[in-house]
């Protein structure tokens, strides 16, 4: 993997020295498109840390959206810096995953019961901030308020530079915890419980402490990352912070990109926004949801033919090519589509 | 409070329940046979209402043919969705298949937007209402009510009745062992997902007495809708019955009580803790 590690040092470089690469009067959208495309594959590797063992969770906009609102609620009510109600924000949803998940892992809810009642707990955080509308200003969303100039204190930056390698920064720490995860002795120790939680269990693996060890991780970087989000755009949502929508559309760009490779968030993120973008800038606001259409139709059409995604299946190739005796994949690709 | 709008929520409790019952059981039937989750279910609805919609408000047809459109598009639908989408996958992980029809879910809501924009759609029907005892009991509310039940009697009947309802509850029992008998699974697939997608579309019909139809109406009884088939248990018709009822009663008085929003956290709250009280469904003993 030499090629491919020149060419992701050669990416991160460019990255870092963004503010060198001439992009004209481009430069604050191609940054905007950036930070998001940085936020959301941040949140999207967050969720493949459980979703990779098996623990498909319906419902991270539960932890996003505890993320975003505690800070932006401490801070227009109580003038708590984010700095702190970030930290609040990750408690609350760790507070969340350790009362959801351990009656869930002790019952052994798995498959997609517990993605039904992940959905469930998604679903009641979003009406719980609609009916607590005198805080949280109902389905109108809530704007941050404005501290008056750049803050670091009220983490304001009117220069999208910051949030830039803010948000770089973040996904950086995001990808250092998976690599992390995926190199250790507790990888091969989830994998096997998603396979077969009782074989796990008789080999000794504690699978109610591992499982829930893995989804407190999962929700507190979830929380960091809608915290960061909602500084950035500052507007907060119930609709795109918490629910069945935005909860599904992480889990998509994940399995769009790859699932089980370190990179795949990012790539099924970068190409959904790309998607998006592309068709925005191409037809404008008169083909109002094709770009949804056109990934709505990828996704199934991935999912049936390219189970581990864009990334991992190129991988895979590439690695089958590169060392001949090579081990049967996991699923037949099939070309047609 | 005045207990009449205690006893109103209640009664809308009930009438809702029968609507829920009939979405409830055609996925219920589904994921039952097949162990596949539809999430994309009521976007299928949605569709089938649109039909209705276009049958008879736009090109001025009686309701009866908007009804018939809306049933045969729901049979099409729900034969389209099992070849095209869950066939292929049906012995990769159960997660796939729930990944899949999410794809189709996105895939169904935006191109709604895209062909039809977010403009809420009514059929406007000129029915009777009557007033007893101070309670309100329209007949766009009374009618869907008394169809779905029968549906639901109709689809007890199929099951318990043909052979090749017999034949769907075998597969469901247990899949392997049907194969063992001789009888041919992908056949008995097709047939559920036929009458599952038939469900559907009735659903459709009557959700539009009710309801104005736009491309995220799925969002709104989606989620409910598979709840109250864990609830009541996987494939177990009679528990989705029973659930459907009590889930709608919270939401109804719930909603009276304290707050729309309320109601339907209750119902999600008592969902997520009878996953881990029951996890077979209400009408099972822990094991």
Known sequence: ?337 | MDPIFLVEAAINGILLGGVLALLALGLNLIFGVLDVVWIAYVDLVMLCMYAVYFVVTVWGWPFWVGAVAALALGALLGVSVHVLIISPILTSAPINQLLATGGLLFFLQSFATFLWTTDHRSVRLTLPSWEVAGIFLPATRLIPFGISILAVIGLYLFLTRTYIGTAIRAVSQDREAMALMGADPRRVYLVTSAVGGLMAGLAGTLLIFQYAVHPFFGGQFGPLTFMICVLGGLGNMVGAFVASFIMSEVIAVGGVVFSTEMGYVIAFVIFIVMMFVRPGGILTKRS
């Open chain 1, 1 to 337: 993997m030499t090629v491919g590690r020149a060419l992701g040092a050669g990416l991160l470089a460019a990255l870092v020295l963004q503010p060198l690469i001439p992009l004209g009067g481009y430069r604050q959208y191609v940054l905007h498109v950036a930070i998001q495309v940085f936020i959301w594959s941040f949140i999207g590797s967050a969720w493949s840390l459980m979703g990779r063992f098996g623990l498909v969770s319906l419902g991270h906009g539960a932890f996003l959206g505890m993320g975003a609102y505690t800070s932006v609620l401490l801070w227009n009510f109580f003038g708590v810096s984010p700095w702190l109600g970030t930290l609040a924000g990750v408690a609350a949803a760790v507070g969340i995953a350790v009362v959801i998940g351990i009656p869930c892992f002790r019952y052994q809810v798995i498959g997609h019961y517990f993605g039904l009642v992940t959905l469930a707990v998604g679903e009641v955080i979003r009406l719980l901030i609609i009916a607590e509308r005198d805080w949280t200003a109902g389905s109108l969303g809530l704007t941050l308020k404005a501290a008056g100039g750049d803050s670091l204190w009220a983490l304001q930056y009117a220069n999208k530079q910051v949030f830039y390698y803010a948000s770089l920064a973040v996904l950086l720490a995001g990808l250092w915890v998976w690599h992390r995860l995926d190199r250790s002795m507790l990888r091969s120790a989830l994998e096997a419980i998603g396979e077969d939680e009782t074989a796990a269990a008789s080999v000794g693996i504690r699978v109610t402490r591992l499982k829930l060890g893995v989804t407190v991780l999962s929700a507190a970087l979830t929380a960091l990352g809608g915290s960061l989000y909602a500084q950035y755009i500052s507007y907060v949502n119930p609709d795109t912070l918490s629910g069945i929508g935005v909860s599904l559309k992480i889990v998509f760009a994940v399995v769009l990109g790859g699932m089980y490779s370190l990179l795949g968030p990012l790539v099924g993120t970068a190409l959904t926004t790309a998607l998006a973008e592309g068709l925005r800038i191409a037809f404008g606001l008169k083909f109002l949801g094709m770009a949804d259409t056109i990934y709505g139709f990828l996704l199934v059409v991935f999912i049936i033919f390219l189970p581990s995604g864009i990334y991992g299946s190129l991988r895979e190739a590439f690695r089958r090519r590169a060392s001949p005796p090579a081990p049967a994949p996991a699923v037949p690709a099939k070309t047609t589509a």
